[in-house]
């Protein structure tokens, strides 16, 4: 099998040829490396490629499979990692130069699972700076690059692990997403985005100041949504070292897959938050995507959030004076070590007072409420994941891009543009997946996010399965 | 809001120059109208969220004499 070939699988399919020892770990770890020397250059996907410890960890899993200690999907398949995401012995910087020589002596909870299940680290990946933005536009490393067109951005904050897994550096990723940082690259980059239930991964290990506490999630990037849910399966449940982790029991995701759709009920929100600044493109695309699963039995039906055009103003008054709680000690340290627009934004931050925090999130358990009864109507909720496809780069630094010919800013009052279709589902913790629906007439993925009632992530499984073979988007890969 | 900014450039030790606070300060204002209309909202009886858990259908009500 020739390396690109098996750059091209997903988990689904090289797991079974691990275990029967049809592929070896360490071939496909190889494999992989090759690429990345190939592609790195060109993407600035990774920030950190730890070769050595892959092919360490890859010639252990081949052994332990030799002797028959075969631990399960993800043994021997390759990973990358978010580069806030701690990892023991290797360099963890957040996209930040105030942590450009950290390097940490423990995992993250959600890296020791990892490697419990055997999966081989290849390296970190890069990201907006400090997790604050979703151009991956980076000071400091440089920007990441859209692969399905490179003078375009990857979205983000997780643009690195969107743009290895899009590009086939890796097999699957994992990410973080506290206003839709692992969706929005993920839509942008054409891969399928998980962000789980609020508490579903522990969060323990990620860096602080990278996503704040109330909203913030640990995600998983892949291939397809089978994958996702392969991974969510090893990756998820309680651990005492986050107390906001979830106990929860985690079930089998792999087995609401191939049960049918017909019947359940598709909810679409009401009143034009998602219909703002929407192109033409997205919006076909995610229409067709609703005739697809109308096709396959779904039901759509229309629902009312009351307090959704809230969305933005709780995302901002939850997310920045968390952010000031962690970066405190930095501003008052090193404040020119930040890039000129993260620290202004932080220095606003300080002055936004304390009830605003507290109303905000009293507000956000009257939203979850809402969506609560939303949930007793409909199954899911569907929307399109951003309002168009990846913007240019040079877009992103005049800060607006100009679609249907009128002129959309890339930053308002509310904060990023990018994120005001994802945020929803993070100041409700809601379980939504990004899936891929189609394509621009440039070729640039767009993307559409289906989400669930809490801890329902069987259900986004299910029905993004069931879209993604029906629709068959999945297939198409960047010429690279 | 200038003034605010101006007290954290000397609390901090920003080195903020004068055109810094002015783009701080119009951040601030912003965030202060965003925030506004949190403040119309009936909160009577919301605490604040801390954590997401799996909602539980509300249990039918009793009918009287039954236990």
């Known amino acids: 099998m020739k390396a690109l070939e098996l750059a091209e699988l997903t988990i689904s399919e090289i797991a079974p040829l691990i275990r029967k020892k049809q592929i070896s ?23 950190t490629i730890t070769e050595e410890q892959a092919i360490a960890a890859a010639r252990r899993a081949e052994r332990e499979i030799a002797r028959g200690n075969y631990r399960g999907p993800l043994h021997g398949i390759p990973f990358s990692i978010k580069d806030n995401i701690a990892t023991k012995g290797v360099t963890t910087t957040a996209g930040s130069k105030i942590l450009s020589d950290w390097v940490p002596d423990f995992d993250a909870s959600v890296v020791e699972r990892l490697k419990e299940a055997g999966a081989i ?28 067109d490179t003078t375009r951005i990857p979205g983000g904050s997780s643009g690195g692990s969107a743009v290895a897994v899009a590009a086939s550096l890796c097999v699957a990723s994992l990410g973080t997403d506290s206003a839709g940082s692992v969706r929005n690259p993920a839509s942008l980059c054409g891969t399928v985005g998980l962000k789980p239930t609020l508490g579903r991964i522990s969060t323990f290990g990620g860096v602080a100041g990278t996503g704040g506490y109330t909203v913030n999630h640990f995600g998983i990037l892949a291939k397809t949504v089978k994958d996702c849910a392969l991974v969510l399966s090893h990756v998820a449940g309680y651990d005492p070292k986050d107390p906001l982790s979830s106990d929860e029991p985690v079930s089998d995701y792999s087995k609401p897959m191939g049960i049918p759709i017909k019947g359940i009920k598709i909810g679409i929100i009401k009143g034009g938050y998602f219909a703002e600044s929407l192109t033409s493109e997205v919006g076909r695309a995610f229409e067709e995507a609703l005739k697809t699963l109308k096709s396959l039995g779904m039901r759509i039906q229309e629902i009312t959030i009351p307090h959704m055009n809230l969305v933005p103003a709780l995302q901002a008054a939850s997310t920045r004076p968390e952010a000031n709680s962690d970066h405190e000690h930095y501003l008052r340290t090193r404040p020119r070590d930040y890039s000129p627009g993260l620290l202004y934004g932080l220095i606003a931050g300080l002055l936004i007072p304390a009830p605003v925090y507290v109303t905000a999130q009293r507000i956000r358990r009257l939203l979850c409420q809402e969506f609560d009864t939303a949930f007793e109507k409909v199954q899911v909720i569907a929307a399109p994941t951003l309002f168009s496809t990846a913007p240019a780069i040079e877009d992103c630094n005049r800060g607006y891009v100009e679609a249907d010919g009128k002129r959309v800013n890339l930053a308002d009052r509310a904060g990023n ?64 | ?21 002015d783009v701080v300060a119009k951040q601030a204002e912003e965030a202060a109208l965003l925030f506004k209309p949190l403040f119309e909202v009936d909160l009577t009886g919301i605490t604040p969220l801390t954590k997401v858990d799996k909602r539980v259908k509300k249990a039918p009500a009793l009918k009287k004499g039954k236990k």
């Open chain 1, 121 to 148: 680290i290849l390296g970190k990946t890069n990201m907006h700076e400090w997790a604050k933005g979703s151009n991956s536009i980076n000071p400091f490393y440089g920007t990441s690059y859209n692969p399905w």
């Open chain 1, 417 to 480: 543009f990018l994120t005001r279709y994802t945020i929803p589902f993070n100041v409700t913790g809601l379980p939504t997946i990004s899936v891929r629906c189609g394509f621009s007439s440039s070729g640039l993925p767009i993307g559409m996010q289906i989400s669930a009632a809490p801890f329902q992530e069987g259900r986004l499984f299910q029905v993004g399965h069931a879209y993604e073979r029906a629709a068959g988007w999945y297939k198409r890969n960047p010429q690279l």
């Open chain 2, 1 to 21: 809001m200038k003034d605010a900014v101006r007290r954290l450039n000397l609390e901090y030790g920003f080195n903020l120059s004068e055109q810094e606070i």
């Open chain 1, 25 to 47: 770990p360490l071939e496909l770890t190889k494999s992989y490396l090759d690429r990345i020397k190939k592609l790195n250059p060109v993407l600035n996907a990774y920030l």
